[in-house]
């Protein structure tokens, strides 16, 4: 028992900065992420149909079908995008947004931090693989998703700048 005790106590000491990260919205991460040096992300990213991707739903009347939301907002169910939630708090989180694919950035986005990768990873930064698009891009789950092949569609959305 002491030792279920101890092993509870210890996974919450490492668990908890991850799960105390709350997300921000990508206007904070536009801050350091939309010079030259940095590839421009921001507007990189800002005109692709992810950033776009809650007026599809609008459009489709769709906008309050859980089923729906969970693709196409930023964070949904995991503290960013809440269902019924005031536009004035859920229009950070509508579209697919830095904080989808890399962690919400209330705990890396310190400028310290971020400049040393090992300690933003720790604090929830995620740097996301083929395996975090095909939690959307699932033909199953939505079968109008064009096939899925990982290197062609990172071309489309890279903004890698090193
Ligand atoms: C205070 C400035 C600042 C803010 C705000 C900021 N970043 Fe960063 N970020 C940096 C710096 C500096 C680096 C280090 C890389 C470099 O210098 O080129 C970095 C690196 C990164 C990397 C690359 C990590 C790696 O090593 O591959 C990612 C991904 C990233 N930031 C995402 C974000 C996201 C998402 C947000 C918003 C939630 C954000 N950043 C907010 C300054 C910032
Ligand atoms: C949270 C769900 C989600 C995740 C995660 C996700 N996508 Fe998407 N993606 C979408 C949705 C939804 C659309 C369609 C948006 C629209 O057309 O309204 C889309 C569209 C795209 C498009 C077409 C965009 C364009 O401008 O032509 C590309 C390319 C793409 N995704 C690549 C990726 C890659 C690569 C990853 C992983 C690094 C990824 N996606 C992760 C939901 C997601
Ligand atoms: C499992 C994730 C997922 C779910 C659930 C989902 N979508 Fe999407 N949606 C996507 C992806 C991925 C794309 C991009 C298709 C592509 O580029 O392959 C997309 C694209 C779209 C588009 C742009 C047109 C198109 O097909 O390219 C609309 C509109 C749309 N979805 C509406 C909806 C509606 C309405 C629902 C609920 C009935 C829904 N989506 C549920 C992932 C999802
Ligand atoms: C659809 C998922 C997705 C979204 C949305 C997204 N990124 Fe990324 N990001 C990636 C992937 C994938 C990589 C490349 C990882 C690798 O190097 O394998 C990346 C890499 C980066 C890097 C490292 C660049 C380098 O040269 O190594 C930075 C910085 C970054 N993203 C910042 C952002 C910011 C800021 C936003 C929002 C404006 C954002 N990302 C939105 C998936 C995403």
Redesign the pocket.
């Known amino acids: 028992m002491k030792r279920i005790i101890m092993t509870i106590v210890l996974l919450s000491l490492v668990l908890l900065p991850v799960y105390s990260a709350k997300y921000v919205g990508?206007k904070k991460?536009?801050l350091c992420?939309n010079s030259t040096r940095?590839?421009k992300?921001?507007d990189?990213?800002?005109n692709t149909k992810?950033s776009k991707a809650f007026a599809g739903l609008v459009e489709d009347w769709k906008a309050n079908d859980p089923y729906c939301v969970v693709c196409h907002t930023t964070g949904f169910n995991e503290g960013g995008y809440k269902m019924g939630a005031p536009d004035t708090y859920n229009s950070k989180f509508e579209g697919?947004?830095?904080e989808?694919?890399?962690g919400p950035g209330s705990e890396y986005m310190k400028k310290d931090i971020m400049k040393n990768r090992k300690k933003a990873i720790a604090k929830g930064l995620k740097?996301?693989?083929e395996k975090?698009?095909v939690k959307c891009h699932d033909k199953k789950k939505y079968p109008w998703a064009k096939k899925f092949v990982y290197k062609e569609r990172?071309k489309k959305?890279?903004?890698?700048?090193?």
């Open positions: 990508a991460c536009k992420h940095h590839g992300a921001y990189t990213l800002f992810h697919v947004k830095c989808e694919c890399h740097i996301p693989s975090h698009c990172l959305i890279d903004h890698r700048y090193r």
